[in-house]
Nanobody
Framework: QFQLVESGGGLVQPGGSLRLACAAS????????IGWFRQAPGKEREGVSY???????YYAETVKGRFTISRDSAKNLVYLQMNSLKPEDTAVYYC?????????????????????WGQGTQVTVSS
């Protein structure tokens, strides 16, 4: 059974850092295109970052320069390192996987392009 599980969320002060992890069971993440999304209360789910099977990476403009996506193939994990966090980064963060290549279509940030989703992890940035 394919399953994604996010971890690493929590409460952090503005300017702080968190590292989220996306773990998979039932499949190998290296064989999939992975997106990180977030959803704040009352807002639509938005794409945060993307990593292709070949290592192509995209970031939303709102997180560029602060967030870093990476793979750990040995552990079958995908990370989202989040630095210089701001209150507006507060949201539930989800990882998602797809076997469709959206690298050059400009559609990596569209939630419907992904087949598998985790349950989400809460990130709260507040003093």
């Amino acid at each position: 059974q394919f399953q994604l599980v996010e971890s690493g969320g929590g409460l952090v002060q503005p300017g702080g850092s968190l590292r989220l992890a996306c773990a998979a069971s039932g499949f190998t993440l290296d064989n999939y295109y992975i997106g990180w999304f977030r959803q704040a209360p009352g807002k639509e789910r938005e794409g945060v970052s993307y990593i292709s099977r070949a290592g192509n990476i995209y970031y939303a403009e709102t997180v560029k320069g602060r967030f870093t996506i990476s793979r750990d193939s040995a552990k079958n994990l995908v990370y989202l390192q989040m630095n210089s966090l701001k209150p507006e980064d507060t949201a539930v963060y989800y990882c998602a996987a797809t076997n469709a290549d959206n690298t050059y279509s400009g559609a990596w940030y569209i939630p419907s392009r992904y087949n598998y989703w985790g349950q989400g992890t809460q990130v709260t940035v507040s003093s």
